[in-house]
Every structure is written in structure tokens, then in C-alpha cells.
């Protein structure tokens, strides 16, 4: 969620337990536009928390003129002095997968370490810092939300707000179908393309409602049925609540970091 309306934002999505103390708002609001000028972004997001068993991470995340290609990600243990996180690979996410287990310590340097087999010498080693900037790309990949025509797309590639999104109406809002995951388009059907009402400036993303497996998002109006809020249900404590008939829209993740892997089980 943009930093310049992080405290109604979190009032709204208070309801599902995303929420932070008064000297935790303070520190951020204070921190975030500093980060911002510092890094030179052009907006910065809170992006979340995950929970630590010794401490807690905050999560930020800038933004540079192409909103999809231009983000870094950011952390904190104090919400006032920030850490860029590495940026990842698919051998990081390999490492994390086969050695980090469990809770988050809440110590960056921490090191986790998984032998292979008693046969194989092969140990797998990763930091936390790595587990974070992994969990931190994973969240965002399968659960960072964004209304339909929220974000246009030029001719020329670059991805950015689009300055004329008025919001979705309520009708638009109650439909799995007008929210997209912010990331690069994984399944993007021919026959979708073919349809009258697809505009290749806005649908350039994936919607929420092919997601498998079905029935991984909550979707509720609250706030006096004024505000529409979707919860994930893959990665417990992702929500993301817009305002229908406004440009107002964003998405906090407060949680453990683990993936919820019993979710098909659970349909």
C-alpha cells in the first residue's frame, strides 16, 4: 500500500489483523519519506510484516518509472533503518526450498543448513536475509493484487499508474474476474485476447479467478459494504482492499511468510 495513505489503509484492513502499533505508524511514516528520497523513487509502498520469533521484518518497496520492472525491496527490523534485499535467483529460491524450515528468527545473518542425504557430502546453506527476499518474491508473485485498469501499459513497455482509473464500480467489484496479480503475465489465453472487451493497455495481466487452486481468494465487501477486501488464502495475511468508484487500492501482507501448502486439501 502507497505510503501517502498508509494510515487509512490500515485502518480498513485492520478487521483481517493487519495491524501496527502507534510507534510502529510513526516510525514508518517518518522512515518512508526518507527512503524515498534517498533511493530516488518515484513512490514507495509499505509492502508488509513478517513475524519473528526474536524480531519482527518490515517490508518496503520503491518503485522507478516502469512500476513492474523498477521495484526494490527493502527491510527493516526497527521501521527506521532500511536494507536493500538481494535480488533473486532461481538458485537462491532452489536453496531456500531444500534447507529453510520453520519460523522466521528474526536475525538476518542466521544461517540455515540442510544436508542432502548421509550418502551425498552436499549441504545447502542460505541466509535469512536470502529466505526473506525469496518469501518477500514468491508473495508477490502468486498474491500481490491490483483492480483492473489500475495500471496501463505504453507501447513501448513500460508499466505505469493509469492517471484516468476511476475505480471499479460495486457491480465490477463483486467479480473475482476485475482483480489481477501485479507481476508478469504467466497464462495469458489466446481466446481471452480475442474477446471484445479485452484492451491490450490493461489486460496484460493475469485475473485472480484462473488461479489454481480455485477458491484461493476471499472476496467480501466491509466498512459498511463500502469497501471491497480480498484476503489470499494460499499466503495467510495478504489482503487487499479497494474502494469502490475511487482510484484507492492496495494490498499489506502481515504474517508468518509460510505458504498455506494444505490449501487444497482444504477446498
Known sequence: MDSNSLSHCLEVVASSG????????????????????????QRVLFWGKILGLQQDYF?????GEDEMRDRKSLYSLNCLDWLLLPSVTDAMVEEVSKSAQGRFRG??????????????????KV????????????????????????????PSGPVQINRSFGGLSESEAKRLENFMHFRESKNLPREKQQKAEWTPAIDFLDVLSEDIPKG?????????????????????????????MTPQHGYVYIGLGMKNRDLPFML
Open 107 to 124: 536475525d538476518p545473518s542466521f544461517v540455515y543448513e540442510h544436508k542432502v542425504s548421509k550418502q551425498e557430502e552436499k549441504v545447502y
Open 18 to 41: 493487519c495491524v501496527l502499533t502507534l510507534e510502529e505508524r510513526t516510525a514508518l511514516q517518518t522512515s518512508l519519506v526518507i527512503l524515498k528520497k534517498n533511493y530516488k523513487f
Open 216 to 244: 484461493s481468494w476471499s472476496l467480501q465487501f466491509e466498512c459498511a459494504r463500502r469497501v471491497c477486501v480480498l484476503r489470499s488464502l494460499l499466503w495467510l495475511g495478504l489482503t487487499f482492499c479497494h474502494v469502490p
Open 59 to 63: 517490508v518496503a518497496q520503491g518503485r
Open 127 to 154: 541466509t535469512e536475509e536470502k529466505r526473506l527476499a525469496v518469501t518477500v518474491h514468491q508473495i508477490d508473485e502468486e498474491a500481490s493484487v491490483v483492480p483492473r485498469g489500475a495500471f496501463i501499459r505504453s
